[in-house]
């Protein structure tokens, strides 16, 4: 080969970029919902809460709380009926339903806190009455009050407290006896006396006048007793006897 001159020939090469998309994000598909179940709440003589039917997701857990009335226990927790012991019982009363994987009842039965009662027997003799009278019935650790009451011309003789005479609470206005703090069944048994009596009988000899009380009054030995004397318009009191014997009017 003949060279006409004296050349060098090169090829030269640059790297040229070649960009490429970048792929899309595929995010992951979102998790289906779970299946839901239903949980029914009833309470007797009390609050349940949540009330109302609740419906919980597949594995989920969900509390209920159990509130009693007022003077009411919680006696009986029955769960898809089948009776079973509360969570917690204090500070407060609870059930919790874990992993909830099917439907589900919870009954809470609450009763009447109940109150110890004692019987206080009354019974009275002739001559006066007891109020209350007969079987009464006294809640444990109340007090009650007896009420005496003589007829008239009669008097307290005893009061006899579970088979003791005993001496009354009060005597003024009123007679009475007291159990207090009553922890336990008593007897409480009154026996009247007739009080010591005396007549007393006024009359008018002849008209012309009045006098009160007129005819026979009965009093109490050691009372008092006061007659009036009122003669007619234009007389006078012309004698005065007591028991038969003449006696001036004070």
């Known amino acids: 080969m003949q060279v006409s001159s004296p050349y060098d020939y090169g090829i030269d090469f640059k790297l040229i970029p070649v960009y490429k998309e970048k792929p899309p994000i595929v995010e992951p598909p979102l998790p289906l919902p779970g299946p839901k179940f239903k949980i029914i709440p009833t309470c007797t003589n009390g609050i349940i809460t949540p009330h109302g039917i609740q419906s919980v997701e597949s594995g989920n857990d969900i509390t209920f709380k159990i509130i009693p009335n007022v003077d009411y226990m919680l006696v009986q927790l029955l769960v898809d009926g089948i009776v079973t012991t509360p969570t917690t019982i204090l500070p407060e009363i ?8 099917k439907n589900h009842t919870i009954e809470a039965i609450c009763i009447e806190i109940p109150v ?27 007090n009650i009050t007896f009420t005496i009451t003589p007829d008239e011309f009669y008097e307290v003789d005893q009061i006899v407290i579970d088979g003791i005479v005993t001496p009354p609470t009060t005597t003024s206005p009123t007679i009475t006896y007291v159990f207090n703090n009553v922890l336990e069944d008593h007897t409480i048994y009154v026996d009247f006396k007739p009080l010591t009596t005396y007549t007393v009988t006024s009359s008018v000899i002849g008209g012309n006048g009045n006098i009160i009380p007129l005819g026979t009054t009965t009093i109490v030995e050691g009372k008092d007793i006061t007659f009036t004397v009122t003669p007619n318009v ?3 009191i012309d004698q005065f006897k007591i028991d038969g014997v003449l006696t001036s009017i004070s």
């Open 234 to 236: 234009g007389y006078e």
């Open 116 to 142: 110890d009662k004692h019987t206080i027997i009354s019974t009275n003799e002739p001559g006066g009455t007891i109020s209350p009278l007969g079987d009464i019935f006294v809640t444990e650790g109340s």
């Open 94 to 101: 609870t059930y919790t339903f874990v992993n909830v994987i």
